[in-house]
Every structure is written in C-alpha cells, then in structure tokens.
C-alpha cells in the first residue's frame, strides 16, 4: 500500500481555497481535511471541530511546548496551527490528507515534509480576488484593508509551491487538483515498492 499524500492548498485570502478544498473533499472519499486549532474567535456559521479547533492562546501556547504541531504561525493577530499526530497517522493508514494553511506554514511543512505536494491557489485577478473577499462579507473594513495589501506581498511565495491552480470557476480547479492527484500518485519515487518488485520479478524470470 502507498502512503497517502500530503496536499497544502495556500493562496491569498479571498482565492476561494476554502470553496475548493470543501468541494475537493466531497468527491474525494479517501481524502481528509486536517482540521486546524486557532485561538480566533468562530465565526456565525463554524462549529467547534469541523472547520477549526477554537482555543485560547494559553492552551495554544501549550500546545507549542509540547511539540503537538506540524507546523504553526501568526496571522493577522491570531494563531494558527498544524496538529501533527492526526496528520502521520492518515498517511500512514494510506489516507491522502489536505492541509488549506498560510504560506508561512507551508514553509514549515516543506522543510519537515519535502515530499508533500504544494499548491497555491489565485483567482485569475487580484481584481477578482478583492471581489470575492468583499462579497464573502466576513471581515472588518479593516481587515479587509489588510487582506487587500497582504495579497500582493503573499504572491511573492508563488516559487515555492509545486502548482499553480487558477480558480476560474470551482469545478475548474477542483478537476485541475484531481489531475494533480493521479499524477503525484504515478511518481516513480511513490512507487519505490512496485517498481523494485517487477525488476526482482524481471530480473527472477527473464535474466
Ligand atoms: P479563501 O478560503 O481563499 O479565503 P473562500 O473560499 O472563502 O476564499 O472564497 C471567497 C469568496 O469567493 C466566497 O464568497 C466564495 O463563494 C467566492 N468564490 C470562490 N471561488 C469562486 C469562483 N471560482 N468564482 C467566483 N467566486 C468564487
Ligand atoms: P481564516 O481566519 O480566514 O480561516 O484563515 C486565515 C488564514 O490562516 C488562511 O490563509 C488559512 O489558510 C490560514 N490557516 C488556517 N489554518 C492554518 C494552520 O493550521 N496553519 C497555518 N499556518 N495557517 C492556517
């Protein structure tokens, strides 16, 4: 059996990773999304558990000391982390995990992880982009403001990703990030096992 993969879906806020990802996981039955802790508070729609784990900065700091994440990092005044244990383990049950985190993280999750697969996610203008997130109605005027002038500093981890999916219309991207899928699945370097079982099989009949 192959591990699962490990797939990191970034973008600038507004992208529509979230709309993607959620979409990714309903047609992909053996794919999980991790689910977060963050010490932001929830907001209407989230319940505890399903898009985050809500907790205070105490016991995320806890958290930190004991070594619980996979990675971590502060964005707009708040903490985001990575639980590690529920990561390692799907993967290892061959279950390919999602992971939607800001690029500060991804960088974490490249150097612990280098074999996970990295996306980032843009709509196809950053005048989308302000669109979106002005329609999504969830943030302040000035975190709006925030977002707006983060974005552009955000393009300038775009290297460090593997693809780059443009979000056009959701069923676009989601078909691009299957595609995606089946070709990391197909690697030479996944199937380390297979490959080496039909050259000793080869090499058993055939030499
Ligand atoms: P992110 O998670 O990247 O911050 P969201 O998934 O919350 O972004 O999407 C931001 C807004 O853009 C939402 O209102 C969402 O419905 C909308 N959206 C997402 N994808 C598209 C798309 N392809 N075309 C138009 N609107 C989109
Ligand atoms: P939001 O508050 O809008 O849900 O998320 C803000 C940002 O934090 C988004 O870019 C989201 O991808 C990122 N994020 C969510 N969970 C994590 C996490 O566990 N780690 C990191 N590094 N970023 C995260």
Redesign the pocket.
Known sequence: MQDGLLLVVS??????????CSRLLLEMPRMNLSVSVTTRCPRSAEKEGDSYFFRTHDQFEEMVEKDAFLEYARVYDNCYGTPKEYVFDQIAQGKDVLLEIEMQGALQVKRRFPQGVFIF?VPPTLSDLKH??I??GSETPESLMRRFSNAYHELSYLDEYHYLVV????ES?VEKIKAIIVAERCRMDRNAKLRKKLLDEGADTWA
């Open positions: 973008g600038p806020s507004g992208a529509g990773k979230s709309t993607v996610v979106r997130i329609k999504r979000n056009d219309s959701v991207a």
